[in-house]
Structures are given as C-alpha cells and as structure tokens.
C-alpha cells in the first residue's frame, strides 16, 4: 500500500530531467526500449509532454520520484496504452488501479479498450491483474543476442535495399507498412507524421521494380556499448515462404554491426512461432516477456 504522503502529480517541463533520471535508473520496464542515455530519455518525455496524444503522471513522495504513468491514446484503433514504470511492485499495482479509475470517469474513453503493457523478466516478478477485472490479452517476447554470437554466411545474399530519404518514398514505405500489418494485433495506421528518420534506419525491400517488404532498424545504446534494434521486419505477402524474412534479417544484423552495435534486441510476438524459429538460428534467446492485459 502507498501511504497518504505519496501524490499523484501531472509531469511538468521542471520536472522531465529527473524522471528521465529514474527511467533511467529503473532499467527495463514496460513495452518501450528506453535508451541507454538520458539525455535522449530526455529528449523523447519532452515529445511526449508536448503532443496531445500523451499524459504523463508521476507518483511522489516528497521530492522523490516511486514510480509513474505514461498515457498514450490511439484514436486510430480506438485504444489507450497504460504504461507504468516503479520501483516497487506496490507501485506499479497502486498507479494501474489509480489509472484505471481515473479514465473510466472520462465519458469520451469510455468506448475504448484500455491496454496495459507489464514487462516480466522472471516468473517471480509476475503481477497478475485479474483482481481490476483485467484479462491476458495478447504476450510478445523480449529478445536478445550478441553480434560475436551472430553467425552471419559470407556467401549470404544480399537484398536490395532503399533508404527512405525523399518525401514520395516516406509515403510509399507508409503505405506498404500499413498494408502489410494491417490486419496484426495492436497495430494503428501510420502516417507520413509518424515518420521519425532521426531515430531510425527505415529500408524498403526491392525485388526486382516490386516492392518485397521493408526494414526498420535503430540504436539504442551510447558509445561503449552500441545497443540495436530490429525495430520491424515486414513481407509482403506475395513474398512470403520464400527466404527473404530471413535475408532481411542477417543484412540488418549487417547494418547494425557495420554501424558499431554489439548487442541487437527485438520483440516478437509469441504466436508467430515461424519467426521465433529463425531468430533462435541467429542465436536470439529470451530475455523476458511483455503481456498485454485489456480492460
């Protein structure tokens, strides 16, 4: 139980440095992969606090920072995504019954599905949420493997692939984005507003004039220690079963290892067991589980 002391307090600008300060000290948590830099951290809360479609909460006590709430809403897929981050399992408990109560007064949420994003790394930090009346959804696994580890053929192919630069491009890895995952769970159409070249590598997959796929790769970590991620991987369906997943994969281990990463990260559904399957081939293993709990 959170004691009378503790407040729960919209962020403010004065405020975005220190709670960079503790997502930073926290670790992982959540469904996001915060980088390994606080000043980046930063930078992505003050997005965050500036756009319409996010509220952050803060739970106090005193000057000191126990845990907080970021509020993302998808009108898109008619969604809001509770995603908490503390230092105590007490905490992560009070700010998701607190969040809860808070939105389901809010007549205009009322209609949407509200879904919570609960990082487990081990069985013995399992929260279970039964008691707020909300279900297991939906379990994406978190994955990771060392670029020493990654056995990449020197005979590989190599696919073509268009860094999206121009504005006509940008449009057209949207659409095929949005083509190609339109039916998966969770997924919200994007538009070319959502196109953020500064923080990712975006590649669309060319065979032949047809468009195959696309790539979306990013770096997470500082310096010293070069963090990447296989951010999406995407095949279109007339291309499908035919290898080139997999060659998609191996060229953005490629990239990612050219670029001075020595540990790549990704998320995968656990459902998509075909895809699990080749990351295992690339020395992937499991580092923890996201589940998806609804309300």
């Known amino acids: 139980m959170t004691n009378d002391k503790n407040n729960l307090i919209l962020l403010t600008n004065n405020e975005i440095d220190e709670l960079s300060n503790f997502i930073f000290s926290i670790g992982a948590h959540g469904h996001r992969d915060?980088?390994?830099?606080?000043?980046?951290?930063?930078?992505i809360i003050?997005?965050?606090?500036?756009?319409?479609?996010f509220e952050i909460y803060l739970l106090k006590n005193k000057s000191n920072i126990l845990g907080y709430t970021l509020i993302e809403e998808?009108?898109?897929i008619n969604r809001i995504i509770v995603s908490i981050g503390a230092k105590?399992?007490?905490y992560t408990k009070f700010l998701i019954d607190k969040m809860l109560k808070i939105y389901s007064k809010r007549k205009v949420y009322k209609s949407k599905n509200i879904h919570v994003p609960i990082h487990q790394k081990t069985s013995l930090n399992n929260i279970d949420l039964n008691y707020l009346k909300l279900r297991k959804v939906r379990k994406y696994l978190k994955m990771n493997t060392k670029i020493e580890n990654t056995i990449i053929s020197s005979s590989h192919k190599t696919l073509i692939l268009k860094e999206i630069v121009k504005e006509n491009e940008i449009q057209e890895f949207t659409n095929t984005k949005n083509r190609i995952f339109n039916t998966h769970w969770g997924f919200a159409p994007?538009?070319?507003n959502d196109f953020n070249h500064e923080d990712f590598n975006f590649l669309l997959i060319l065979n032949g004039n047809k468009i195959a796929g696309f790539l979306t790769l990013s770096i997470l970590g500082e310096k010293d220690h070069m963090l990447g991620k296989i951010s999406m991987?995407?095949?279109d369906e007339e291309f499908r079963k035919k290898g080139i997943g997999k060659l998609?994969?191996?060229n953005g281990i490629s990239i990612l290892k050219q670029k001075g990463v020595v540990e790549v990260i990704l998320d995968v559904d656990s459902e998509n067991r075909s895809a699990i399957s080749i990351y295992k081939k690339f020395n992937f293993?499991?580092?923890g589980e996201i589940i998806w709990w609804e309300k």
Do not use: D, R, V
Request: aromatic share 8%.
């Open 34 to 43: 915060w980088p390994n830099n606080q000043k980046i951290i930063s930078k």
């Open 46 to 53: 003050a997005n965050f606090h500036n756009c319409s479609s």
């Open 74 to 76: 998808e009108e898109k």
């Open 88 to 90: 105590k399992i007490e």
């Open 190 to 192: 994007n538009t070319i």
């Open 233 to 235: 991987i995407g095949i």
């Open 248 to 250: 998609a994969l191996e």
């Open 285 to 287: 293993y499991k580092t």
